[in-house]
């Protein structure tokens, strides 16, 4: 293997490891909420520092506003931008996360502290619609609207209404023989 590209992979796999490290620590504060205060300076610490290294600007509209988004994170891949329409970017969060089907979508809200952080630097809103944290789903969908726009039609996933939890009592029994 020639020595540039084991030295493209090496540093492909040290920024997944870092990336899948910081996710396991925001998530062990996010899920903890008497730790909301230190998730929210450690998610806009983590924002502060993808706005600067990754030269994150005002966007001039929709489509820039989601590529701006798009350029915090180490691969376009893993936040594909699905569709833009009436001034509403959606996208979706490919990235595993350690809050995948745990249901505590708070915790997700807490996280996505850093993307609301880009998103408003980058002139814009941030909400995720739904999210990995969720039972049966593997990635997030987001939308990102300029700032200054309303979001009542957008409905945010720690917001939506949880079905009841059933307990072992109330699951039917299987049929006897």
Known sequence: MPPDMAKHRLGARLIKASVGASLAVSAWFARRPRFNAVTSALMRAMARLAIRTKGIRE??????????????????????????????????????????????????????????????????????LRSQAEPGRTWCEVALRRGGLPLTDLTPAHERPRPPAQSPASLPRPASR
């Not at 569709?83 to 505590?104: F, K, M, Q, S």
């Not at 609301?116 to 909400?127: D, L």
């Open 59 to 128: 966007a001039r509209d929709a489509a820039d506003l989601g590529a701006q988004w798009q350029r915090a994170f180490p691969s376009a891949k893993q936040v594909p931008i699905r569709r833009i329409e009436n001034d509403t970017v959606y996208a979706e969060i490919h990235t595993p996360c350690p809050l995948r089907g745990t249901g505590d979508v708070h915790a997700c809200h807490r996280m996505m502290e850093f993307d609301r952080a880009v998103a408003s630097h980058a002139g814009g809103q941030f909400v995720v």
